[in-house]
Structure formats: structure tokens, C-alpha cells
């Protein structure tokens, strides 16, 4: 079945510092990618997803690259915001549903 | 306008008394996900809906169950709720399978005394 591993687990940067998160994955025929941001007690919520027909998605500050042939998909986000300190999860869809990473916690500090 | 609506937000149960946790949205999905999250880790598909069609995953213990009475509502049952059980339950909706976005609810926290 798919897995997906995701590094690092925790990730402490300055405030308007980047923050890089990266996930593998291992079933070629998975084709969409979505990064979660799940804050303390809050639902997770979808902050940009990409498909496997582009390379590059960016949403102002964040920004989602693919890599297919090494299946490596990884989140991008800079000037970071003490806002921005939360668990983030990548997933990578399977059959009909989909695998999540085991999430990285990002802190941000001011 | 809240979407996916998950009722209680909190919930406390005695270890083996039966608990019904309830999800409903306005998205008009045909797809309804419920997933189990305990403290640091990622959420666990539990099973989902398509439509009327139900499909539990392989590891899913029988102590959990599952119903959607019409597209907007899906039950989470608990039939004899262990210690092992108290997690964080989110239910999610999405379109259709195979690579569409999945919205969650806030999601309803398990307490089993």
C-alpha cells in the first residue's frame, strides 16, 4: 500500500525565516497532494494542494513543489508569522482515499 | 457558514457505555470520511461513505460503526467505548474519491471515564 513519510517532525525557525517541510511517497499512481495545517484543538485545514500534472503550485507565501520520477512533494513557506505555528500534514491520495504523513509540528519564533 | 458541522464538540462517555457521535454538511458530498486522531499523530481513516456504499478499512475494529441515514448526516457508533478509544473524532466530506480535496469538521473530543 502507499506510505508517506514526511521530515522533519518538529521545525523551529525566526520569525521571517523560511520553513521547509518535505514528504515521500511510494505508489506511482497517486496524483494529488494536499498540505494540511492543523492548529492546537482546531480541525485540519487544506492550505494548497497540487496535482501531478504540474511541478510548481504557490499561494502567496506558500508555495508546493512535486518531484514525480523521485516522488518527493514538499511545502514551502516563507516570511513566516508566528500564526504560522501549527502541525502540518501532507497526504498523498491512494485508491479512493488517502495517506497522511505523521505531521510537522513548526514552531515560529518571534 | 460552517460546512461540516460536528455535534457535540466534546463528549464523555463511561468505559463500555455506547456513544453516538454525529457529523452533518451542506456541501451536498457524496463522500463522508470518518477519522480518528489521538495526540500527535495523523488523523487514522476509520471508514467512509460514498453515497450509500460503506467501506471500512481492513484495521477498523468491529467496536465501531457507521451510518448515513441521507447525504447530509453520517453517525460515528461506538458500541463499548475502551480507555483506548478517547481520541479526537473528525469527519470529513469531499466531492467525489480518487484525488478530491476533503473538508473536515472541528471535529468532536472522546473523553472515556
Known amino acids: 500500500g502507499e506510505n508517506v513519510e514526511q521530515h522533519p517532525s518538529t521545525l523551529s525557525v525566526q520569525e521571517g525565516d523560511s520553513a521547509v517541510i518535505k514528504c515521500t511517497y511510494s505508489d506511482s499512481a497517486s496524483n494529488y497532494f494536499p498540505w494540511y495545517k492543523q492548529e492546537l484543538g482546531k480541525r485540519p485545514q487544506l492550505i494548497i494542494d497540487?496535482?501531478?500534472?504540474?511541478g510548481e503550485k504557490k499561494d502567496q507565501r506558500i508555495a508546493v513543489t512535486l518531484n514525480k520520477t523521485a516522488k518527493h512533494f514538499s511545502l514551502h513557506i516563507t516570511e513566516t508569522q508566528p500564526e504560522d505555528s501549527a502541525v502540518y500534514f501532507c497526504?498523498?491520495?491512494?485508491?479512493?482515499?488517502?495517506?497522511f504523513g505523521p505531521g510537522t509540528r513548526l514552531s515560529v519564533l518571534p | 457558514d460552517a460546512m461540516v458541522i460536528q455535534n457535540p464538540r466534546y463528549q464523555v462517555t463511561q468505559f463500555g457505555k455506547p456513544v453516538t457521535l454525529s457529523c452533518s454538511q451542506t456541501?451536498?458530498?457524496?463522500?463522508m470520511y470518518w477519522y480518528q486522531q489521538k495526540s500527535s499523530q495523523a488523523p487514522k481513516l476509520l471508514f467512509h461513505y460514498y453515497d450509500k456504499d460503506f467501506n471500512n478499512e481492513a484495521d477498523t475494529p468491529d467496536n465501531f460503526q457507521s451510518r448515513r441515514p441521507n447525504t447530509s448526516f453520517c453517525f460515528l457508533d461506538i458500541r463499548s467505548p475502551g480507555l483506548g478509544d478517547a481520541a479526537m473524532y473528525l469527519c470529513?466530506?469531499?466531492?467525489?474519491?480518487?484525488?478530491?480535496?476533503?473538508?473536515f469538521g472541528p471535529g468532536t473530543r472522546l473523553l472515556v471515564l
Open positions: 497526504a498523498a491520495n491512494y485508491g479512493q482515499n488517502f495517506v
Open positions: 470529513a466530506t469531499s466531492r467525489d474519491l480518487a484525488g478530491e480535496t476533503q473538508y
Open positions: 456541501l451536498n458530498h457524496n463522500v
Open positions: 497540487i496535482r501531478s500534472n504540474v
